[in-house]
Structures are given as C-alpha cells and as structure tokens.
C-alpha cells in the first residue's frame, strides 16, 4: 500500500518536530525546502483547528436607538437640560430664563 502525499508530510513533520533542530537545518538535511515545511506545517495546523474548520452564524437583534440618544443637551451655567423631540420651545425659554439668573 502506497503512502499518500498527505501522509508523507504528516511523518516528516513528525520528524522536524522530534529532530529539535530549526527548520533551516532540518529541512536542508532532508533535502526539502523550507517553503515546502511552512507550507504543510501550516496546511496541517488548519486541518486540526477546529475554529479554521468551522464557521458559526449568531443572531443579532438590533434595535431603535433609546431616546435618549436622540436628545439634544443644552448646558446652561452647571445646569444640564436634555432637548427631545417634540418638546416645547417657550416651555424651553423659560427654563433657560430662570436658570439664567440662578447659575
């Protein structure tokens, strides 16, 4: 039964591994390139990893944004007042009015 190309390189790999020695050394007394070595390396890596191997999909709700992020602020002195849609702009006047002669 003949080895397949896979097989070979899941066995030289093996060997680098056990030799200790760098990939330079190891593949030059093997007669391979480093290319070669990086390139199974990497393609064996991918085929264990189970991240690589998988893809997972989640659900995302999304949502109107609160309506407070739809407020303008208005700071008058150390007062803060939070502008929403639809407010009351002499209701407004006159809060800034008293505030002015407060701060």
Known sequence: MEETLQEIWENRIAA????GQTMKAWCAEQN????????WLSK?????????TST?????AVTAP???SA?????VGSARIAVRPGFEPQLLRD????LETLC
């Not at 391979?32 to 390139?39: A, F, G, N, R, S």
């Not at 809060?95 to 008293?98: E, G, S, Y």
């Open 16 to 19: 680098y591994q056990e030799s």
């Open 32 to 39: 391979l390139t480093v290319h070669q070595l990086k390139y």
């Open 44 to 52: 064996a890596q991918r085929q264990h990893s189970p991240a690589a």
């Open 56 to 60: 997972t999909f989640r659900a995302v």
């Open 66 to 68: 609160e309506a407070e």
């Open 71 to 75: 407020s303008l602020w208005v700071k």
């Open 95 to 98: 809060v800034v009015a008293a």
